[in-house]
């Protein structure tokens, strides 16, 4: 099962790299310039432009592919080769430096259900339990592709689910958009429909002919684009997780992809820069390494450097002078994403490679298969060769 043959989403690649090296940046407490930085301090919402990246780039590579069992599962498949074995390996990495916590901890980590209200608190590598709802949001998308109903039933549905979502999280959650462990399903649903909501509409103003190409002119769309910007940076800046607004949050960012995905505006022209691109490729391994580095980090600079560890309202920082912790973010964030390279180029690749290819040759298998039973005649074997344009070969790479 190949992705849609469209462009690849080159700009919106530059946007996830550029969101995993803010979140990285959320979660380092050096005494500095930057940290008290709002925008900074509720870098938690950039998680919810995760969701809401996945949910537009999956309906708009694989929603008119998955038409059967066999296609939802080697989709399943192929989404559990993205996002299992650097999980795995980290999960590892944490339990070699914290093995205090219970087997049954490192079980539901390993199940991929540690974030599914199974615990009281995050576990181990604790920006994985995005992960964990991210894997059991894209199982229903594909079961959701597979059910029959018109599409404008299935718009009404997401609609519903849009609407609700902030609701269910107000009334649930202390925190609002800021739950994790506890519903962050929820939190990932609704960000994932929105995505798949902005590909409606992006595939809706195609068909009108006034609209595309309006939007194809690069001064409105370079105007749009600085206006989402400014929209992004206020709503975030303005509503933490003290504040029902902040539920908010991927309608606002839904906006942003949806204005960004014709990339046609100065900005897009500078996230499609090589330094952007190369942090999108790696933006996985960005999120999920980079706890552990700053654990790394905040050792060396203790122990080997003699920063001292200063506690502030239960945040424990590096403490040192102020322009020397906003070096110490460029220091750490180079760190990262030298490890990064590494786990990207040595784990995350190789084993969505071999997944791929074992996925690949499961369905050839069993086209194969079905060809034979077809052909077979009362004495007579027949196989005919199944066209590489067949279901077999629609293999390919996110």
Request: positive net charge.
């Amino acid at each position: 099962m190949r992705p849609e043959s469209r462009t690849r989403l080159v700009v919106l690649d530059g946007w996830r790299g550029i969101c995993a090296l803010l979140v990285a940046a959320y979660h380092f407490h050096p005494q500095s310039h930057l940290h008290d930085w709002t925008f900074l301090r509720h870098g938690y919402m950039l998680v919810d432009f995760f969701f809401v990246l996945s949910g537009f780039v999956l309906a708009h590579a694989y929603r008119s592919r998955l038409a059967d069992v066999e296609d939802a599962s080697e989709f399943i498949l192929r989404r559990l080769a993205r996002l299992y074995p650097l999980h795995v390996f980290f999960t590892l990495v944490w339990l070699v430096y914290e093995s205090s916590r219970s087997p049954y901890a490192l079980m539901t980590n390993l199940l991929l259900v540690h974030s599914l209200g199974v615990h009281d608190s995050l576990t181990w590598n604790f920006p994985s339990w995005s992960i964990s709802t991210e894997f059991y949001t894209n199982v229903l998308f594909a079961l959701g592709c597979l059910v029959a109903v018109s599409p404008r039933a299935s718009r009404v549905v997401q609609m519903g689910i849009v609407a609700a979502s902030p609701l269910v999280l107000v009334a649930l959650s202390p925190m609002h958009i800021d739950t994790t462990y506890d519903f962050g399903i929820v939190r990932c649903v609704y960000g994932f429909v929105v995505g798949v909501l902005v590909v409606d509409i992006v595939d809706a103003l195609k068909q009108r002919p006034g609209a595309a190409s309006i939007l194809s002119r690069k001064a409105v769309a370079s105007a749009l684009e600085v206006g989402s910007l400014a929209a992004l940076y206020g709503f975030v800046s303005t509503f933490g997780r003290e504040s029902p607004w902040s539920t908010l949050a991927p309608i606002v960012f839904g906006l942003v992809v949806w204005v960004f995905s014709y990339e046609t505006g100065v900005v897009s022209q500078w996230l499609k820069s090589q330094p952007f691109a190369v942090a999108g490729a790696i933006s996985y391994s960005i999120y999920l390494s980079h706890t552990i580095v700053q654990v790394a980090f905040q050792s060396i600079a203790h122990y080997g450097f003699g920063m001292r560890y200063v506690t502030v309202q239960g945040t424990t920082f590096i403490g040192c002078e102020f322009i020397v912790g906003d070096l110490l973010y460029g220091v750490m964030l180079a760190a990262v994403l030298g490890v990064s390279f590494v786990t990207y180029r040595y784990i995350e690749e190789p084993c969505r490679a071999r997944t791929y290819a074992f996925a690949r040759r499961l369905r050839l298998r069993g086209a194969l298969q079905l060809q034979w039973k077809r052909t077979s005649r009362p004495g007579r074997v027949s196989l005919h060769t199944v066209s590489a344009e067949g279901p077999a070969a629609k293999g390919g790479r996110e």
